[in-house]
């Protein structure tokens, strides 16, 4: 004869009504602390550019890809495919201007995590 074990029930009461709220609050705490530290792992915008990152932050604004691509073509930046070189990951764009570094950064990071 087997016997099957039963997890008990919270009686359904106020009491065992609290606790069930209490407890999922609780792991939605959890859910969300976790989800936090997956973040915090994730690579911030600028991280995979590297050196060009610093070199951004300098250039004058408001800048176009041309200028960007002569004056950092050969840099090269992490994509998911490898590294290249700048004036690789910016070659399918037209001329356009960019007003600041974030702009130029998202614009490069758009292009690097779609390949």
Known sequence: M???FKM???PDDKQGR???A???EQ???ERALQEARDRADEPKPGEQLGDLDDALEIQDYPTTTEQLVENYGDYEVETQGGSKPV???LASVDNEIYDSADDVRDRI???INRR
């Open 109 to 111: 990071q758009r292009l």
């Open 8 to 10: 008990p029930r919270m």
């Open 27 to 29: 792991r939605q705490r």
């Open 18 to 20: 609290d606790k069930q």
């Open 22 to 24: 209490a407890n999922e």
């Open 2 to 4: 087997a016997f099957a």
């Open 87 to 89: 004036d690789e990951v």
